[in-house]
């Protein structure tokens, strides 16, 4: 990883962070051990980790309201591609509507990837401070996930730190 520029270091200091927080809430809630989480290369999803003791992939992918909260976060500038979709997203004055613009965005740009993996999952982290998981279960039948997606679970956390628990999106439940 010595090759990494800072950007990614800290693409994948956030991912690992995401994550983290992802697995203490997902065996809180539900029970089941997982633990030992790893990076992985560009190829595979983001990083591994063992869910009762099978390898399971989690492809992870951030939530921002705005440029400017995506900014202050990453502390570093935005893509072209990132700065277009948000400054887009910027024009809705409605927060539950940018909420559901920016998931379904990201949903279905996940849904066209393809991974070398067995079994992945997507953990999509929102840094919005105004969203929870309350929120999002809320909004649920509004969110569009993808009938065709490479994802065996598609799950949220809440909020930035994780306070507010995780939501499943691909289920009715």
């Known amino acids: 990883m010595a090759d990494l520029s800072s950007s990614d270091m800290e693409k994948i200091q956030l991912e690992h ?3 983290k ?11 089941r051990e997982i633990r ?21 992939d ?18 570093r500038p935005l893509s072209e591609e990132t700065r277009a979709a948000l400054e887009e997203q910027s024009r809705e004055q409605n927060t539950n509507h940018r ?3 920016a998931l379904n965005r990201i949903l279905a740009q996940k849904a066209t990837k393809s991974y070398k993996s067995q079994r992945v999952w997507l953990l999509i982290r929102n840094a ?13 039948r509004h969110i569009c996930v993808p009938r065709h ?16 628990g995780i939501v499943r999106l691909d289920t009715e439940a």
């Not at 927080?21 to 029970?31: P, Q, S, V």
């Not at 290369?41 to 983001?46: A, C, G, N």
């Not at 989690?58 to 502390?75: F, T």
């Open 21 to 31: 927080l992802f697995m203490r809430a997902y065996e809180r809630e539900t029970g």
């Open 128 to 140: 919005h401070p105004q969203w929870n998981a309350h929120a999002i279960r809320h909004l649920r």
């Open 149 to 164: 997606h490479p994802f065996e679970q598609i799950w949220i956390l809440g909020d930035f730190e994780g306070k507010s």
């Open 58 to 75: 989690i492809e992870v992918a951030h939530l921002y309201g705005s440029e400017e909260e995506a900014m202050n976060i990453l502390r």
């Open 36 to 56: 030992h989480l790893w990076h992985n290369q560009p190829v595979r999803p983001d990083v591994s980790c063992m869910l009762e003791g099978s390898k399971l």
């Open 99 to 101: 909420l559901l613009s």
């Open 17 to 19: 962070q995401a994550a």
